[in-house]
């Protein structure tokens, strides 16, 4: 069926090390969404990206929607241990009917202080 | 506070039996969502009401089923449990009927079937 892959599954890093976690679908996608899940949490929110090649910041944190709008990224400057969890990727697949929110498996990002 | 709630917080039941999971939305939200997150993985969407309806259908099992209230709060009942539904499950609400909106979880229930 229709997924959204992300990658890498798992990330550790040295805190101030910067990290990037990976989007993609087969299908091109209306829009994408980031949330994160802190442990023992629940996802929260981040951001939403429309158009084609988007680029948006918040802060340290980078997002990135593809040309082709397949892929995203999400990219974290010099990490701190508040950046802890799990990252993921939501893609809105532009199917008849209702649309579907389509998770990504996650990127769990684990930091050494 | 994402101002969704869901009751109860922890669950804990036998194999064969039977159990709902309730969720209220956020104020003015009409969409209610509910997923599955078991260890390790990701959200596996299950189901979706709009205002009352039923909206998507998600990778639920025939033994689940929901509803959504003219009050929008929704109930998720799992119906003859096994050991692989343990799990936690969010209830997600946004304002709209498309995924083009932005979802708000709730705290999630944690379902241990033993």
């Known amino acids: 069926g229709q997924q959204v892959m992300q990658i890498p599954q798992y990330q550790h890093v040295q805190e101030g090390e910067d990290f990037t976690t990976y989007c993609n679908s087969s299908t091109t996608l209306s829009n994408i969404q980031w949330y994160k899940q802190r442990p023992g949490g629940h996802p929260v929110f981040l951001i939403q990206?429309?158009?084609?090649?988007e680029v948006k910041k918040q802060k340290r944190l980078t997002f990135q929607f593809g040309e082709a709008k397949k892929n995203s990224s999400l990219h974290i400057t010099a990490t701190q241990t508040t950046d802890v969890g799990t990252y993921f990727c939501a893609g809105l697949l532009p199917t008849q009917g209702a649309q579907k929110l389509v998770f990504g498996q996650g990127t769990r990002l684990t930091i050494n202080p | 506070d994402s101002g969704v709630t869901q009751t109860p917080k922890h669950l804990i039941t036998a194999t064969g039996q039977r159990v709902t999971l309730r969720c209220s939305p956020r104020?003015?939200?009409?969409?209610v969502y509910w997923y599955q997150q078991s260890l390790d993985q990701g959200l596996q969407f299950l189901i979706q009401?709009?205002?009352?309806?039923?909206?998507a259908k998600g990778n639920i099992l025939e033994r689940f089923s929901a509803q959504q209230f003219p009050d929008l709060h929704s109930e998720l009942n799992l119906s003859s449990l096994e050991l692989g539904d343990s799990a936690l499950y969010f209830c997600a609400s946004s304002v709209g009927y498309s995924g083009a909106y932005e979802q708000y979880f709730g705290p999630g229930t944690r379902l241990t079937v033993t």
């Open positions: 009401y709009y205002n009352g309806e039923e909206r």
């Open positions: 104020s003015g939200d009409l969409s």
């Open positions: 990206l429309v158009k084609s090649g």
